[in-house]
């Protein structure tokens, strides 16, 4: 299993999480439905304030899934981290026979900001 279950941010500002997800494309659109039960859980933690989960235009051999999730803060993503339910969500979600999940997950704050 190849993923990080807890985040340690260290941080009290807002965080981004930003978390790649490679599948074989022909279990792409499987991957999106499990995915959402972990989503789910995480948006109703306190601190949340939005995820979006990207799909590339292009197909290919494997889709690489690109998850950005926004905080309020990362002490609050880190206890969010923590939430039981949420680990055997994501269990479920890399132990699925169905599924073959690679991942690359990390937290970032902004420090560049352009608006229009």
């Given amino acids: 299993m190849s993923h990080s279950l807890e985040s340690r941010t260290g941080v009290d500002g807002p ?3 930003v978390k790649n ?3 074989p494309s022909a279990e792409a659109d499987y ?3 499990v995915y959402q039960e972990n989503a ?3 948006s109703a933690q306190p601190g949340f304030v939005r ?3 990207h799909r590339p235009l292009a197909g290919g051999p494997e889709t690489r899934f690109v998850h950005i999730a926004e905080w309020r803060s ?3 993503l880190d206890k969010a ?3 039981a339910e949420w680990h055997a969500s994501l269990q479920r979600m890399f132990d699925d026979p169905g599924l073959h999940i690679t991942s690359e997950p990390g937290a970032y704050r ?3 900001e352009l608006l229009p």
Avoid: C, K, P
Wanted: glycine share 4%.
């Fill in 21 to 23: 997800y490679t599948v």
């Fill in 40 to 42: 789910r859980i995480m």
């Fill in 74 to 76: 990362g002490s609050e």
């Fill in 15 to 17: 965080v981004t999480v």
């Fill in 51 to 53: 995820s979006r989960l």
């Fill in 81 to 83: 981290t923590a939430n």
């Fill in 110 to 112: 902004v420090v560049v």
């Fill in 31 to 33: 991957f999106v439905e």
